[in-house]
């Protein structure tokens, strides 16, 4: 953590040798790419920062990590992220050429209101570049991708970096990035080392699988509700339950 503010990008200001990397394979490649997540440095703060590049090369969402990591398990890890990090305030959740997908990062993926606000505002797949550790990893990796997705019925992708054994961090990588279907079927995953994984996705079974269980339908509005904050607001993109 504490070197990442020397790799910090200037992504607004055009500074960011990773965007421009990932634009010029987008561009050249046709595709739309979500981008990982990245130090960015903006107004003199830090952020954990993912964004979305178009087949054209362009941003076409940034998402800045929302909810910030702490553990505190004695004899094992501790890591406050919120030494280093400043929390992003907006959701983003975006149109592309292979659906409408919402973006969080690592730890976002713990909080299940801000995947149902996807869901409410529709998105077909939400993905979330993560690095969890191998505590948090072993215990929670699975668990949570196959919640995420059968909660509100649609697809989870992660993307997790390799582990480096020999790696001089005491952060040890867990891995195994993954591709989860709505009904919580593992579609493609990777083990912990180095790997490309190719998957397909149907998005007509979300429809088919809401049909067969409208648990939206179902839900107690009456009892409890999701309240989009900011678009009730001032129509900008902020969750609370």
Known sequence: METLPIYGEDIDGGASPSISMLSE???????????????????????NTCCVIGP?????AKHRKLHLFEIDIPGNITLRESDTFTAGQEPAIVD?????IGIGIC??????ELAMLYRSRGAHLICYPS?????TGQLLW??????????????VVTCSPARDPDAESDYMIWGHSSLIGPLGEVIATAGHEEATVIGEIDLSIIRTIRENLPLEMQSRDDLYQLVDVRRESAGDNACAA
């Open 25 to 47: 394979i987008a561009s050249r490649r046709k595709i739309t790419i979500v981008g990982g997540s990245i130090p960015e440095k903006s107004s003199g703060q830090l952020f």
């Open 56 to 60: 054209d090369g362009q941003i076409k």
């Open 96 to 100: 592309t050429d292979v659906g409408r």
């Open 107 to 112: 730890h976002d993926i713990r909080f299940p």
């Open 131 to 135: 690095a969890f550790n191998m505590s």
């Open 142 to 155: 699975d668990l949570m991708q196959k919640s995420r997705a059968v909660d509100n019925q649609l697809f």
